[in-house]
């Protein structure tokens, strides 16, 4: 068993990763209070009453701790990261991991003098079971080679939860190194491509308070072999019962495969559903009861020093690639009534 402590309560998807390395059989021995959300705060304290606060470098500095789970601003987690690192701890960090080209290498540089292991949880595909069934899929042959891929990543925008950095553009790197990282991470799986190229990325401000909060983006990507398009925003009405119906969409030589993340609309109940075509049928796979190994494999890496749950050069080129093309995207900045 594992310790470690959560670092940087600041946005809700600590709640999720505290939750998931729990389930795997490890244990929180602390979090540090300090947060820039006393919402996120609140939850955090209401959902895991057992552990206890403690301040932040009593949980840097104790020598019993194996890694260190990061939600900070996205802005900081870069520092905290390197801080944690450079105390002999390891680092599950939300996403994204840092917010400028000069912050991932200086991370680079941490993981490389250190020896330590500093990861970034996609949790698109990490941690959605239909992602992790089409992705088998893929890799069995079922569709034959793969020829492009979709992502479909709209988010509820939730205004009323958000804390202030939120809509700070220097304070969480903008719209596609923030939620467009996912998609970036699933077109490179699918296509099973170490690296690929940003063709294009645009970004769309259509008039979401405060003015000039980037709320749309799209962008295409390749490799020698697979084009991928992506689009992500903030638009996701009310009256859909989820945060967003996430889907993607992976075309083959043989078939296509469309995974419906989060909901099936008007359709079956539940998660994370699968739809495959393929030379004989077209079939409905559900997967709500397919197993999440991200966090197991996570922790079995951090005792092998192994890379089982993702390649430490994956998560590296994610978030270059994530921010080459926010600053390479053009703007598109909609005239209200036109």
């Known amino acids: 068993m594992a310790r470690f402590a959560a670092i940087g309560l600041d946005h809700r998807h600590v709640y999720d990763l505290t939750e998931g390395l729990l389930a795997a059989g490890q244990e929180c021995v602390g979090y540090d209070p300090h947060t820039t959300d006393q919402r996120v705060l609140a939850g955090f304290q209401k959902r895991f009453p057992q552990v206890p606060a403690v ?3 009593r949980l840097l500095d104790d020598p019993s701790i194996d890694f260190i789970v990061l939600s900070a601003v996205p802005r900081d987690r870069a520092d905290l990261s390197i801080a944690a690192m450079r105390r002999g701890k390891d ?3 939300d996403k994204p991991g840092v917010t400028t080209l000069e912050q991932l290498t200086a ?3 941490a993981v490389q003098e250190t020896g330590r292991i500093w990861t970034v949880c996609f949790s698109e595909r990490f941690t959605k079971p239909s992602a992790r069934k089409a992705w088998d899929l893929v890799r069995a042959g079922a ?3 793969v020829v492009q891929t979709v992502g479909l990543g709209p988010h509820r925008l939730n205004r009323a939860l958000r804390p202030a950095w939120f809509f700070d553009k220097p304070a969480y790197g903008g719209i596609i ?4 990282s996912h998609q970036i991470d699933q077109f490179l799986a699918f296509a099973g491509a170490e690296d690929a190229t940003i063709v294009s990325s645009t970004i769309g401000c259509f008039g979401t308070d405060p003015t000039g909060f980037e709320d749309f983006a799209e962008m295409t990507l390749q490799t020698p072999s697979v084009r991928g398009y992506a689009r992500v925003d903030w638009f996701t009405a009310d009256g859909l019962p989820t945060w967003g ?7 083959g030589t043989e078939g296509a495969i469309e995974v419906r993340k989060n909901v099936d609309l008007a359709g079956r109940d539940g998660e994370d559903h699968v739809f495959l075509v393929d030379k004989t049928s077209t079939r409905h796979i559900p997967c709500g009861d397919e197993p999440i190994t991200y966090f197991r494999d996570f922790v079995s890496d951090l005792a092998s ?3 089982s749950a993702v390649p430490q050069s994956h998560v590296f080129t994610v978030c270059r690639l994530a921010l080459e093309a926010q600053a390479r995207a053009s703007r598109f900045v909609a005239v209200r009534g036109a």
Not at 177 to 180: K, R, Y
């Open 245 to 251: 119906d996430g889907r993607l969409f992976v075309l």
């Open 305 to 307: 020093r192994t890379t």
């Open 143 to 145: 569709i034959g080679r």
């Open 91 to 93: 680092v599950l960090c």
């Open 107 to 109: 991370v680079r540089r």
């Open 177 to 180: 190194n923030d939620i467009g």
């Open 55 to 57: 301040v932040r470098e």
